[in-house]
């Protein structure tokens, strides 16, 4: 398949693109990093063909109330989406890397406002599904639930890890 990779804030992709789509697809880790989920789905709406989809899969907004350091703990509100949430921590995003002083900075976004910043531009849900597993052995005090499947030692299923949408531009 041809391809065109544009380089862009998403917020201000609108203004880069030449044409329209009839995939839009967004995956793992991404929304926590847009402070504006109205615009995000402005973008999304402009950038969809009529008839076109969008479809995403992400880790469920349950997962940045808990404490990872105790995940049977609740460390953020879940409904307070306005402010980021800065974090110093040590780590890295690579597999065996050096460890390295990280500045996070993240915005939470509830169920509600991840749906209505698509509907509220017209798109229309086809689905939404909620998944007890993470696809990852990405947070601390993780165990493998299954083949592929990893959930908290002391919570288990008992949550939602991953979300999944499919929303159309009529």
């Known amino acids: 398949l041809p391809a065109e990779f544009i380089c ?17 697809f967004t995956s793992y880790g991404v929304l926590t990093w847009l402070p504006d989920l109205p615009r995000w789905g402005e973008v999304i709406a402009k950038a969809l063909k009529p008839g076109g989809f969008f479809y995403i899969v992400e880790f469920h907004p349950m997962l940045h109330v808990l404490d990872y350091h105790k995940p049977e703990g609740i460390a953020h509100p879940y409904f307070d989406t306005r402010e980021a949430y800065e974090e110093v921590f040590t780590g890295t995003y690579t597999d065996g890397g050096e460890d390295l002083e990280l500045h996070d900075v993240e915005w939470r976004h509830s169920i509600s406002d991840i749906i209505n910043a698509l ?17 990852y052995n990405c947070f601390p005090d993780m165990v493998e639930a299954g083949e592929g499947r990893w959930v908290f030692k002391d919570i288990g299923e008992k949550i939602p890890y991953l979300f999944s949408l499919k929303a159309w531009k009529l």
């Open 8 to 24: 862009a804030n998403v917020l201000e992709l609108d203004r880069h693109l030449k044409q329209q789509y009839d995939i839009i």
């Open 119 to 135: 509907t509220g531009q017209g798109l229309r849900l086809e689905y939404f599904n909620e998944f007890p597993f993470s696809v």
